[in-house]
């Protein structure tokens, strides 16, 4: 089992900036790619950012210029920097990610794990 834990989160006023964590823990072979999604109340999950294991970037158009995805690859944990926030960034900010885990000596599975969200506000 793989678990994923989010951190970072809190109330911003508009224009300023957080960075989250998610770090990964437990059965982990190799992590494949990492993202961030959100959602707002009302409103479906969606993409915020995907960064490969090669550190290749992909960026959701609402934040592009703003946000910037990274990961830190020895210590199983990716980071989003969101700067410039506004207030319809506010939302719940899950950390998503594609890990391989050893079965046997054998064998691996890969499977898609969520960290639990963490809630960002931007207001005045």
């Known amino acids: 089992q793989v678990q994923l834990v989010e951190s970072g989160g809190g109330l911003v006023q508009p224009g300023g900036s957080l960075r989250l964590s998610c770090a990964a823990s437990?059965?982990?072979?190799?992590?494949?790619?990492m993202a961030w999604y959100r959602q707002a109340p009302g409103k479906q999950r969606e993409l915020v950012a995907d960064i490969t294991s090669g550190g290749n970037t992909n960026y959701a158009d609402s934040v592009k210029g703003r946000f910037t995805i990274s990961r830190e690859n020895a210590k199983n944990t990716v980071y989003l920097q969101m700067n410039d926030l506004k207030p319809e960034d506010t939302a719940v900010y899950f950390c998503n990610a594609d890990v391989t885990s050893r079965i046997n000596v054998y064998s691996t599975a890969t499977a898609g794990y969520w960290g639990q969200g963490t809630q960002v506000t931007v207001s005045s």
């Open positions: 437990g059965s982990i072979f190799r992590i494949n790619a």
